[in-house]
């Protein structure tokens, strides 16, 4: 495995972006109303048109060489794919991509993009994926930065659907917010533009609270909650969905003090990180 400093990339290689804009995006439509939708996109990189590779400038990429050797052409699935940034880099890569985002803004972005030149093929869909009926099977399906929505049943849904989704050998790369690094943040806040945003923990619950509100009226709150799982925990949900856990992939954390982001950091630190599944051995 490979660390990229940055997002250039050289030869054919695959990236794997966590994405990262400060620090973690809102998931939920209702913050996307709150937001508007300027905001919204311009929080995900979309709003001024911008190419993926500005967008992206404070991402860090993940590279992952054996999830697509081989031969023949790859299917990779992105799930939540937002602007679509990450699939083009992807398909620019020659692999051909959907990406599924279910946001209208975010995925006319994506449209957008998929109507440039690319090295492969980019196939937007806008769906939920919940719901959705695609023509499979892929060798990756990735999701960064939105697994967690809903409850334990939502998820093993999803992760069941993610098995039907994939080749014999394929592998599910997925980002995951770690209950450590939700309990640390409990109850720091700070002003994004317009608005007021602060994190709690609900620590019965294991779910990383995200509140936003117009800048003094708090009244009018929207929160999206995130359920956090340890790889122990994760183990758990995946009973019976098909799925195994194959590989934990730390991700990194937020230096409050100094106000950095700590791209590669112990799992025991990090803000995340992206567990790699494959079909469960009967
Ligand atoms: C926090 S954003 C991350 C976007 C992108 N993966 C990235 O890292 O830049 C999560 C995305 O998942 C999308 N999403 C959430 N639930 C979804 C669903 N049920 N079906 C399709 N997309 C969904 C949201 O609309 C949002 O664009």
């Given at each position: ?11 054919h290689r695959l ?50 060489q054996?999830l697509v050797k081989g031969p023949g052409k790859k299917r990779i699935l992105e ?8 699939a083009a880099a992807m398909v620019d890569l020659g692999y051909e991509v959907v990406a ?14 998929a109507?440039?030149?690319l090295a492969g093929q980019l196939t ?10 695609l023509a499979g099977p892929f060798d990756v399906v990735c ?22 989704w994939l080749t014999p050998t394929g592998r ?111």
């Amino acid at each position: 495995m490979i660390q990229l400093s940055d997002h250039r990339l050289s030869g054919h290689r695959l990236i794997e972006v966590r994405s990262f804009k400060w620090p973690h995006r809102p998931t939920s439509l209702a913050i996307a109303r709150l937001l508007g939708e300027d905001s919204f996109g311009r929080w995900l990189g979309v709003a001024r048109g911008e190419p993926w590779w500005v967008a992206d400038r404070s991402r860090v990429g993940v590279f992952e060489q054996s999830l697509v050797k081989g031969p023949g052409k790859k299917r990779i699935l992105e799930l939540g794919a937002g602007g679509g940034q990450v699939a083009a880099a992807m398909v620019d890569l020659g692999y051909e991509v959907v990406a599924l985002e279910q946001a209208p803004t975010l995925s006319a972005h994506a449209q957008k993009l998929a109507a440039a030149p690319l090295a492969g093929q980019l196939t937007v869909v806008q769906a939920d994926f919940y719901t959705v009926e695609l023509a499979g099977p892929f060798d990756v399906v990735c999701y960064y930065d939105g697994f967690g929505v809903g409850a334990d049943a939502d998820q093993q849904r999803l992760l069941q659907r993610i098995a039907g989704w994939l080749t014999p050998t394929g592998r599910a790369r997925i980002e995951i917010s770690t209950p450590w690094y939700a309990a640390a943040v409990d109850g720091r806040g700070w002003t994004v533009g317009q608005a007021e945003r602060r994190y709690n923990f609900d620590a019965d619950g294991c779910r990383w609270l995200d509140a936003w509100w117009p800048s003094g009226q708090q009244e009018q709150q929207v929160q999206q909650s995130l359920r956090c799982y340890s790889p122990a925990d994760l183990r758990l949900l995946l009973a019976s969905t098909g799925l195994e856990l194959q590989h934990v992939q730390p991700g990194g954390t937020v230096d409050w003090t100094q106000g950095t982001w700590l791209p590669v950091v112990p799992l025991g630190k990090a803000m995340n990180y992206v567990a790699q599944l494959g079909l469960a051995s009967r």
